[in-house]
């Protein structure tokens, strides 16, 4: 038997204490033992961006660290984007631009939008179609998702 | 999938790293860094390591400093501690270049630069990068430590000259000579994914000729390598199509590329010398800035 882990996860400012054992992975810890279900499981090995989101700050693939690796980590999932009933800039977006179809792979692209946006304010249109490119939307919804986060990003620039 | 089971061991040093591995290593146990390729792997159950030694804790690795001509990258720097220049003049900018060719934007925010060594995957970019630019990479066990040259580590397919009990702290590279050109280009069929090909080239330039040549391809044959034949091509000549043209033929003389069931060995082989080229023109441009 492998040893278990107690251990506290912060995800948007709540902390979380659940046992896990080594081998399960951020995504699955969060979804299953914390109800933050927001992040979605793609492909569990690194390619889709499905369940991207932000440790201290910067988006990474939940599915490809350990939840044991995350203890005193700030996490950031889809959930905590909203303030209230004010969606963040990128969400209102998102909708404006018409950039979902099914959803399953929003909040991966929203994670890693916000992610880039706020280490990248002034990212170029070049930097930006690369960066997008790292998430799968199997809708082929990529054009309208890139004006999205073009218009989110202008918005957010210009300031409240 | 999910990863078979196995015991997580937080390291805070480098000497307790080297101690948990030394133990665990002939139980397959491995170090964790990044993760980005080896959770993947175990993911498909192709690695089962029945220990993992984590070494992000460790504060020291993840040192990145240029100091008496030498930049040192510690084993926990990241792929996107590259995304701007990290020194002055074209060893920067073309590391920065390398690094938007790895992966995609979150994998590179943890990933390291250090791991894709020890992972020594055909078609690495950092790995071409520490055989064409003779990094010095340093081993550390509870036997001691040793350094390694970047050509000797890479020894094929995921196969490196690391001990199973030693881990690979830091890897250094001289800084060239401040009038050392860089050129690298490189094929993939998608964004993000591994390249069926790429080429590193530097050299300098003096009385209108090139010397000190260096020309490596990567993800062609089953480890990146110097081609001796393309830099004799290259140097003592003028910078132009010519002296391109006659390095990218030694470079599709000189392989012996892998074969894949999308991929023949005569199509990488066409793919290097095109790459060969775009690098060194590449290069010439950055002279002209």
């Known amino acids: 038997m492998t040893r278990k882990h107690d251990i506290t996860l912060t995800i948007n400012g709540h902390d979380h204490a659940i046992t896990v054992d080594a081998r399960r992975t951020l995504a699955d810890a969060i979804r299953d033992q914390c109800g933050q279900t927001g992040t979605h499981i793609g492909c569990e090995h ?10 201290d700050g910067v988006p990474v693939r939940s599915c490809l660290i350990f939840a044991v690796q995350c203890v005193g980590v700030a ?43 706020e280490n990248e304010p002034n990212i170029s249109d070049a930097d930006l179609r690369a960066a997008l490119s790292s998430n799968l939307c199997r809708c082929t919804g990529y054009a309208n998702i890139v004006k999205a986060v073009r218009a989110a990003a202008d918005e957010l620039r210009a300031g409240p | 999938m999910k990863p078979a089971a196995f015991e997580y061991h937080a390291a805070r040093s480098v000497e307790e790293a080297v101690a948990t591995l030394a133990e665990v290593a002939p139980d397959q146990g491995r170090i964790l860094a990044g993760g980005q390729s080896l959770v993947p792997t175990m993911a498909f159950r192709l690695a089962t390591p029945e220990h993992l030694v ?21 084993a926990c720097v990241r792929h996107a501690a590259f995304h701007r220049p990290v020194t002055d003049g074209g060893l920067g900018a073309i590391l920065t270049f390398m690094a938007g060719h790895i ?24 790995c071409l990068a520490a055989v064409t630019l003779d990094a010095t990479i340093t081993a550390q066990s509870t036997r001691g430590r040793r350094t390694i040259a970047g050509a000797d580590f890479i020894q094929g397919i995921m196969t490196t000259a690391l001990e199973d009990d030693e881990l690979l702290v830091e890897t250094r590279i001289a800084l060239p000579a401040a009038d050392t050109r860089f050129g690298f280009a490189e094929f993939s069929r998608r964004a993000g994914d591994f390249a069926l090909a790429m080429a590193l080239v530097s050299f300098r330039l003096s009385g209108g000729v090139m010397h000190d040549a260096r020309l490596g391809i990567g993800g062609a044959e089953d480890h990146p390598r110097r081609i001796p034949q393309a830099e004799a091509a290259l140097d003592g000549q003028p910078p132009g199509s010519q002296a391109f043209e006659a390095a990218a033929a030694a470079v599709a003389a000189a392989l012996d590329p892998m074969e894949d069931a999308g991929t023949s060995a005569q199509y990488r082989r066409e793919l290097a010398q095109c790459l060969a080229r775009r690098a060194l023109e590449s290069a010439a441009e950055s002279a002209a800035a």
């Open chain 1, 75 to 117: 996490i950031r999932t889809v959930e905590g984007l909203a303030q209230g009933d004010e969606l963040h800039p990128l969400q209102r977006s998102f909708i404006e631009h018409h950039a979902l179809q099914c959803g399953f792979c929003t909040p991966g692209f929203l994670m890693l939008a916000v992610g880039i946006l």
């Open chain 2, 103 to 126: 992966g995609h934007y979150p994998i590179r925010q943890r990933g390291t630069f250090c791991g894709s060594l020890a992972q020594a995957d055909p078609s690495s970019e950092w």
């Open chain 2, 54 to 74: 984590d070494i992000n804790g460790i504060e020291e690795l993840g040192r990145l400093a240029v100091e008496d001509g030498v930049l040192s990258i510690g």
């Open chain 1, 46 to 55: 690194g390619v889709c961006g499905s369940c991207t989101l932000l440790l």
